[in-house]
């Protein structure tokens, strides 16, 4: 590490020292508790994602409560928070934790449980572990990119394997986990996405992108991938207490989540209108609800289709006690949808 290297390091662990956030899993020593914060945070922010770890601790205190868990009840406290694969891979994982004995201690042997990828094993080997190991996400790719001035694309094989190294070369011997949660701290809260606090920064005299003006622009990404308008039109069918659901089935979004009658075009809503008796005509209640996935925006419409008789229902789904709804777990969008449904 050379001398201006070093200096970002020490400055930046002395910003930590300071300013560091007062994470409930940080400094306890548990891998569990790690390891679960880094699942939730890694599409959620953390003032929304600390409230689950809460709940899921409360819940499944240790990897074991976790692991003996069904499905249905990872998901439905995951409710909310989006991407179930995640919750998915989760429960799986603490299975083979389970089965393991106990959690791995270094990165190389954590990448082996389901869903975990480089980063997340990173920080759980550097801070449940004391591994001298570099864990680079979004934070870290911003606060090096324009620190240092680097234009190649974070999102490239070259620009991973470049900051990777770099994050490396700049890691202090035995302080790794400090090192890493500075990295995300400071790019959390000084070197933000958009109007970082240039002013207020300890390292502003050796920022390249602040000497050249070019913090809008650092990092660079790439894009790769197109957003996909959908339509839904989604129909809360009750009769006598109960209500038609489906699980949706592996593949696809919202993979074993439930959903209402939902229908993607016009065909499929069509069909279902010619079928219903004389009179019986689904009502809307909510129309343009706007629900936006990462690489989807969804407009859905709300419908009560309320029958004093079973209709004939596609394949797969199944009648649902009401009172029972809150046990199955669902998507945010659906979740919605039941709260504004009218009441008989």
């Known amino acids: 590490?050379?001398?201006?290297?070093?200096?970002?390091?020490?400055?930046?662990?002395?910003?930590?020292?300071?300013?560091?956030?007062?994470?409930?899993?940080?400094?306890?020593?548990?891998?569990?508790?790690?390891?679960?914060?880094e699942v939730i945070l890694q599409q959620t922010r953390i003032e929304q994602g600390t409230d689950y770890w809460f709940r899921f601790m409360e819940r499944f205190p240790t990897v074991e409560h976790l692991a003996e868990a069904t499905e249905d009840e990872v998901l439905r406290?995951?409710?909310?928070?989006?991407?179930?694969?995640?919750?998915?891979?989760?429960?799986?994982?603490?299975?083979?934790?389970?089965?393991?004995?106990?959690?791995?201690?270094?990165?190389?042997?954590?990448?082996?449980?389901k869903g975990v990828g480089p980063y997340t094993a990173a920080a759980i080997a550097s801070m449940a572990f004391g591994e001298d190991v570099a864990a680079v996400d979004g934070n870290v790719y911003r606060v090096l990119a324009r620190h240092f001035g680097i234009d190649t694309p974070i999102n490239s094989s070259q620009g991973q394997h470049l900051?990777?190294?770099l994050a490396t070369t700049l890691l202090p011997a035995g302080k790794a986990g400090d090192f890493n949660q500075a990295l995300m701290d400071f790019g959390a809260m000084v070197c933000t996405p958009r109007a970082p606090h240039c002013l207020d920064c300890p390292l502003a005299g050796s920022c390249m992108a602040l000497a050249n003006g070019q913090q809008g622009?650092?990092?660079?990404?790439?894009?790769?991938?197109?957003?996909?308008?959908?339509?839904?039109?989604?129909?809360?069918?009750?009769?006598?207490g109960y209500?038609?659901?489906?699980?949706?089935?592996?593949?696809?979004?919202?993979?074993?989540?439930?959903?209402?009658?939902?229908?993607?075009?016009?065909?499929?809503?069509?069909?279902?209108?010619s079928s219903l008796p004389d009179g019986l005509m689904p009502q809307l209640f909510h129309g343009g609800v706007k629900h936006v996935l990462t690489h989807r925006v969804i407009t859905a419409d709300f419908y009560l289709l309320d029958t004093s008789s079973r209709i004939s229902l596609p394949e797969g789904y199944q009648w649902i006690d009401e009172q029972d709804l809150d046990n199955h777990a669902m998507p945010r969008l659906f979740e919605i949808m039941v709260g504004e449904c009218p009441r008989p």
């Not at 622009?217 to 006598?240: D, S």
């Open 243 to 273: 209500t038609a659901w489906l699980r949706r089935p592996a593949g696809g979004i919202w993979q074993g989540l439930w959903q209402p009658l939902l229908f993607e075009d016009d065909a499929q809503w069509q069909a279902l209108l």
């Open 163 to 165: 900051f990777h190294d």
């Open 217 to 240: 622009i650092l990092p660079v990404k790439l894009k790769t991938v197109k957003v996909k308008n959908l339509h839904f039109r989604c129909v809360y069918l009750r009769c006598k």
């Open 1 to 37: 590490m050379n001398n201006d290297d070093n200096r970002f390091t020490t400055t930046l662990l002395q910003w930590f020292e300071e300013n560091a956030r007062p994470l409930p899993w940080r400094g306890i020593g548990n891998a569990y508790a790690v390891w679960l914060s």
């Open 77 to 113: 406290l995951w409710q909310g928070l989006g991407y179930y694969s995640r919750a998915r891979h989760l429960h799986v994982a603490a299975k083979q934790v389970v089965q393991l004995g106990g959690f791995p201690k270094t990165a190389r042997e954590i990448m082996r449980l």
